[in-house]
């Protein structure tokens, strides 16, 4: 499959009106500058001419969660630059990010002029009462129908959830997905709470009112939050907060996050252990005591397979007492493997005779 080049333009919130316990916008908004179109056409260019392969799509991302949120006027300014490059054929497609609150037929029907392609909705949670308690602004009701009116407008619909908000169990995060299924978005993106400098959520987290999931919880979780999208083929795009840096170890001082499942290498984490699982019942299945396997795999998949710091070769080796062959095989698909035993116990046997 071709890769996609993105184009990453952030366009903060200023002056929202929301007071979600998570986000430090509103207490950051002194600090930040609106993006001007200027700004956005030279951030273009810049990866424009950074590519190296132009038989790749191109797609311009407006992230920041509220982009529909921001004045009227500055949206269609800050489109009306990206769909210049769609126009010219320079840019593919252009992706939106926003609450399920800030759509409307309206504002649907302006996207729709500046080609605008993918819409994502912060969703975070579709327990009405988490929602509340994280301050969100909008209900469930909000996410279905606006899920709705994207997909009848002919765009591609992605979602957004977050693991580990305030009193969410991991049964409210399974029902979550299980009903973002339901609304049928072609992709997804699964955040572990991390606690952020100048929020709400730090403060309840050192009166020790909000206690965070460990790097093991939050791996977890998302864990099976991800096999069940997998399952119901919604393409996991991303999970984890991208690496910035602010968003990196708590221990660097330039680094916004207080606490949390912080990890650089967080979606390798929760890959490998989707692979581990699969490898350990591929490996349960076979009725004799086996000593080595071969796993054939495509390339893509490797790094996973090995596992974060070869985590997942060691446990095998220390539950299991089971070494791995691996083998390189672009015809398998990205997600299969193939397993065969190459030594059992009984072959140990026999060379010891
Ligand atoms: S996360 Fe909430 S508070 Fe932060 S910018 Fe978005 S809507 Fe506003």
Redesign the pocket.
Same mark, same amino acid.
């Given at each position: 499959m071709k890769k996609e080049y993105i184009i990453p333009i952030f366009v903060p919130?200023l002056g929202?009106p929301?007071?979600?316990v998570f986000?430090n916008?509103?207490k950051i908004t002194g600090k930040q500058k609106q993006v001007t179109a200027q700004e956005v056409r030279d951030t273009i260019e810049e990866y424009l001419e950074s590519f190296k392969d132009t038989e790749n799509k191109v797609e311009v991302a407006f992230f920041g @969660?509220?982009f529909t949120g921001i004045e009227e006027e500055k949206q269609n300014e800050l489109l009306e630059v990206a769909y210049e490059y769609v126009k010219k054929g320079q840019v593919d497609s252009i992706r939106i990010s926003t609450?399920p609150d800030y759509i409307d037929r309206k504002i649907l029907k302006r996207l729709k002029k500046y080609k605008v392609k993918t819409i994502e909705l @912060?969703v975070q949670s579709t327990n009405n009462y988490v929602l509340e308690r994280a301050k969100?602004g909008h209900t469930f009701e909000d996410v279905k129908r606006a899920s709705k009116w994207i997909r009848h407008h002919g765009f591609v619909l992605g979602h957004q959830m977050m693991v580990g908000l305030p009193e969410s169990t991991a049964l409210d995060e399974m029902n979550t997905a299980k009903d973002l299924i339901k609304l049928k978005p072609k992709m997804v993106r699964i955040y572990p709470v991390l606690v952020i400098k100048k929020t709400e959520l730090e403060e309840e987290y050192q009166r020790e009112e909000y206690e965070p999931l460990s790097i093991t919880q939050a791996v977890e979780r998302c864990k099976e939050i991800a096999d069940l999208f997998n399952q119901h083929k919604v393409n996991v795009i991303r999970i984890g907060l991208q690496n910035t840096e602010e968003i990196t170890d708590p221990s660097n001082p330039k680094s916004q996050v207080v606490a949390g499942p912080y990890h650089p290498a967080f979606r390798q984490l929760v890959e490998g252990n989707l692979w581990y699982d699969a490898i350990v019942a591929e490996i349960k299945k076979y009725n004799m005591k086996v000593k080595v396997v071969e796993i054939r795999a495509n390339p893509e998949d490797i790094n996973n397979i090995i596992g974060h710091k070869k985590e997942n070769m060691k446990k095998l080796k220390e539950l299991y007492d089971v070494d791995v062959n691996l083998s390189l095989d672009d015809k398998i698909k990205c997600g299969k493997f193939e397993m065969k035993i190459l030594k059992t116990y009984e072959d140990l046997l026999e060379e010891v005779k």
């Open positions: 919130h929202c929301n007071a979600c986000c916008q509103t @969660g509220s609450r @912060g969100r």
